[in-house]
């Protein structure tokens, strides 16, 4: 028979790395709520609308369907046009994907050579996007922080501003949290009968709502 002895004290949990970037996270997450509903975040919250968008379209080719466009507005709404694929799979996606490169760049931010991957990975991502953007707000966005990544690739390379790691932290900490808010600003702040999670509610045979389904997806 196995003993579990858990060592609720935590001693010896962490190096002065890993603490420091557990505070780091901490100090991110407080200045993003602390400025949520202010216009310096603004851009930030447009590219986890981008990253929402862009799963359902990688959702829709992973299933041979079509992706005809994708927009990103102002209002920090987006749509991503789609003919074929799964439906079913294409809806949870903006979702769950939100979730999951909120992890990735959460993960990749830890190690300076998988924050240059991640961004490398990211400008690629933009510049695809920026094919088929079909308004100037997404075309914008993607030229910006393509442009944005760029200076501060270059900084990081030649001189001592360090930042790049940073800068994909923070991002995948806002995409993290914008998940969660998404959920509660479609489904009960003010119920957008339009929403994901509405039209998988509408879709799927189970017998669970859309605030449900929005639960789930952010588990």
Not at 101 to 125: D, E, H, K, P, Q
Not at 151 to 179: A, D, P
Request: aromatic share 10%; proline share 2%; with cysteine.
């Amino acid at each position: 028979m196995v003993k579990l002895n858990p060592n609720w004290e935590l001693k010896n949990c962490c190096n002065h790395e890993q603490v420091v970037f557990l505070v780091t996270v901490a100090v991110c997450t407080v200045v993003i709520l602390a400025l949520w509903r202010t216009i310096l975040l603004r851009p930030f919250k447009l590219v986890t609308v981008f990253l929402h968008e862009a799963s359902h379209a990688i959702a829709c080719k992973l299933t041979c369907g079509h992706v005809e466009g994708i927009q990103v507005h102002a209002d920090e709404g987006g749509t991503t046009q789609t003919r074929g694929g799964i439906y079913w799979l294409i809806l949870p996606a903006g979702y769950l994907g939100s979730s999951f490169w909120g992890m990735v760049l959460i993960l990749a931010s830890t190690n300076l050579l998988t924050a240059r991957i991640a961004a490398g990975c990211f400008v690629a991502a933009l510049l695809i996007v920026l094919c088929v953007a079909k308004n100037w707000t997404l075309r914008g966005l993607c030229i910006g922080f393509v442009l944005f990544l760029g200076v501060v690739w270059i900084l990081q390379e030649t001189t001592k501003i360090r930042i790049l790691r940073y800068i994909i932290l923070f991002i995948g900490i806002m995409n993290s949290l914008f998940s969660v808010y998404d959920i509660y600003d479609d489904l009960i702040s003010r119920r957008v009968h339009s929403s994901d999670a509405e039209k998988f509610a509408e879709v799927c045979p189970c017998p669970c709502n859309g605030v449900g389904w929005g639960v789930i997806c952010n588990m």
